[in-house]
């Protein structure tokens, strides 16, 4: 079984845990592909990304996960998005002089956003908490706790090429539904039987041998994998919109410093570049649209 950028949905039949597993692989190779991080930092964000994409698989609306971490240590930000169809992208921005060889320094004094943004109508919304822990798992499990009263547990590996998630949930009770034996007894089991898979365990094994190796004798459902991608949103509509945010002033100052205006996205690597006579249509545009506004 292939599961390369994919990700899994499983349940426990005979009480409410939910469970996800994500493998990324090209899609995280796309993401660090454009720029060099010093590996503690690309093994991050790779972790980042794969909770986004198990986060976002618990939406229950069409729309994006973004998960933000900053600090005031060597990480000054890591923001990674997921949307409800699992296109993902994602970036980091860090401090190279104050890097050092413990990973776990990387949370010193820092904080965990989670927003929620539907696509159509709905309220965006945005959890905070303190970095606590010094893994991002451990971070994510706090959230939860604080925020959003949900049992959660997740598990990371990471290879040179590839990085595997697995999410574990304890689902809320329904309808005043009261908590059954077997729901007592089956969240600290599975969390028990999770806490014993290795790293090669879960970066070599498929999902389905993941869940037998680990789960072999409880009920549980695999249902259908969905493919997981690479995909930035930016736009040369979107960079006029940003150029025309800067004012004309700003923008005519950049033409004459430099002749033109050149913008890199930062999540995929494509350049933009405006001449004068591109960077002037912008606001001739603009000036078009107010004048057609007033009519």
Known sequence: MNDHDSIHAFAFQDFGVRGKLVHLNASWQAVVANKA??????????????????LASTLKFDGKLTLQLQTERALSLLLTQCTS????????HWHEDRLDDDPRRLFDQGRL????????EGQRYQGIVPLEQTTLAGCVEDYFAASEQLPTRLWFAASA???????????????????SRADDDGWPRVQMLADTITRDELLQLSDLDILHRLF????VRLFSSSPVSFRCTCSQARIRNMLRGLGQAEVDSIIAEQGVV??????CGRSYTLDAIDAAHLFVDEAVNLSDQKH
């Open 161 to 179: 090429d590839q990085i595997v998630g697995m999410l574990l949930q304890q689902m809320p009770r329904e309808g005043g539904r009261q908590t």
């Open 85 to 92: 169809d699992f296109h993902l992208r994602g970036l980091a």
């Open 113 to 120: 956003a989670l927003t929620l943004e539907p696509s159509g």
């Open 216 to 219: 072999h004798e409880e009920n």
């Open 262 to 267: 050149s913008v890199d996205c930062e999540f």
């Open 37 to 54: 991080y010093p590996e503690p930092i690309r093994l991050l964000l790779g972790e980042a990304l794969a909770a986004s994409v198990l």
